[in-house]
């Protein structure tokens, strides 16, 4: 389960099923607009094995695929690379907005 496995027992387990009954559906799915049952709690902001962070830290409800894709990349990166109808990105953290020349939206 990897380096933080061992906080992944009963207690989370019992949190994650609260979670999941308190926001059933995928909270980046209803973002873009479509419904998906959730079926992962991620923390919005990784724990990195800090314990306060992660019994006290806001979670949130996932579908398999953002968990394991868009989430993973936002934490790489530290910014969504999701692009707008417009094609613009829609995350104000995204590179584009901080370079000379940038931010020109709007």
Request: proline content about 7%; aromatic content about 10%; overall charge positive.
């Amino acid at each position: 389960m990897g380096r933080w496995g061992h906080l992944y027992g009963k207690r989370w387990r019992k949190r994650a099923r609260y979670q999941l009954q308190i926001e059933p559906l995928c909270r980046m799915c209803k973002s873009e607009g479509r419904i998906t049952a959730a079926s992962v709690v991620d923390h919005v902001i990784p724990h990195r094995g800090d314990i306060n962070s992660f019994w006290l830290g806001e979670v949130q409800s996932l579908c398999t695929f953002h968990h394991n894709s868009t989430k993973k990349i936002i934490e790489q990166r530290g910014y969504n690379p999701a692009i707008g109808a417009d094609g613009w990105p829609l995350d104000p953290r995204h590179p584009c907005y901080s370079r000379p020349g940038g931010g020109l939206k709007k």
